[in-house]
């Protein structure tokens, strides 16, 4: 259960639904703890989601590797963080029935909102489904306590036909969410230094030729040589490069460290632009 930054009591509790946090889907969600109510063990994260076009919430380096993995995901339409269990009727029933002590607001005698870290719609088989998953270190699953909630939270879920689970630390591959979490920021093209949107634009297509056209050349050499080319300043083909890969116009092995040093032999051309992604929905566990 995290500390909260602010005193939480019923009449907080009410605000926060009456704002509609934790209501909505896509880019009209608002999730029902930010990073600003929250102070995290690890580093709270702000990011802004491809696919909701909105800010999203982490507020945990897990929680953070595990955004960028659903990001990049094809089967992920919508990410929802921090979504609350508003029916505490229910919640409170379930523990009750487990023979769980019901958690509390520090402080205060006020229910505490249960919160499942993610809630996500994907495409499978051509339907929409929800799955929810919980983020945490796995020595945090050896507290007996920590159990319990997990296990009202699982119960919950099962009601509503969701299948719930959790994702620990040991399950997320932390190079892949790394890589993508550097590719992020450039699936939008924008002004750089030197050279506008139009001109990006522009160059983009000749480079992804020119990088699937010498498989024996170092990336590195030949992104030196279009600045050099196109008199653009040093870097300028080092941003195009990650935005043909954050775009997936270009493919290449994301679980491995970047090394511009390797041959281009090592790229592809891809099939799904935009983000799609082309990571299914298993690596979200």
């Not at 230094?193 to 010498?214: A, T």
């Not at 890969?245 to 041959?263: G, H, S, V």
Request: glycine share 6%.
């Amino acid at each position: 259960m995290s500390k909260y930054r602010l005193n939480w009591d019923e009449e907080r509790v009410q605000k926060y639904i009456k704002k509609g946090r934790g209501q909505g889907e896509g880019r009209k969600y608002k999730p029902w703890l930010t990073v600003r109510d929250v102070p995290s063990r690890g580093r709270s994260t702000r990011a802004f989601g491809w696919k909701t076009r909105r800010v999203h919430h982490m507020l945990s380096d897990h929680e953070t590797r595990y955004f960028y993995l659903s990001e990049w995901s094809n089967n992920v339409i919508d990410i929802r963080e921090q979504y609350p269990i508003l029916d505490r009727d229910e919640t409170m029933k379930i523990a009750k029935d487990l023979k769980f002590r019901y958690p509390h607001y520090i402080g205060s005698k006020t229910p505490l909102v249960l919160t499942t870290d993610f809630v996500l719609t994907l495409i499978e088989d051509g339907h929409k489904k929800i799955i929810a998953r919980t983020i945490k270190p796995i020595k945090e699953l050896k507290k007996q306590r920590v159990r319990e909630l997990f296990k009202i939270e699982e119960k919950y879920w099962a009601e509503q036909g969701i299948d719930w689970g959790i994702v620990t630390d040991l399950d997320i591959p932390k190079v892949l969410a790394r890589n993508i979490e550097e590719l992020h920021s450039a699936a939008k093209l924008e002004n750089i230094e030197g050279c506008s949107i139009d001109e990006l634009m522009f160059m983009r297509e000749p480079l992804l030729d020119r990088l699937l056209s010498f498989p024996n050349m170092q990336i590195r050499k030949i992104l030196n040589k279009t600045d050099l080319e196109t008199n653009k300043l040093p870097g300028t083909a080092l941003y195009l490069f990650w935005h043909l890969l954050a775009t997936k116009r270009m493919t290449m092995e994301l679980n491995k460290p970047f090394d511009i040093r390797k041959p281009a032999s090592i790229l592809d051309k891809g099939v799904n632009f935009e983000g799609r992604g082309l990571y299914n929905y298993e690596l979200l566990g």
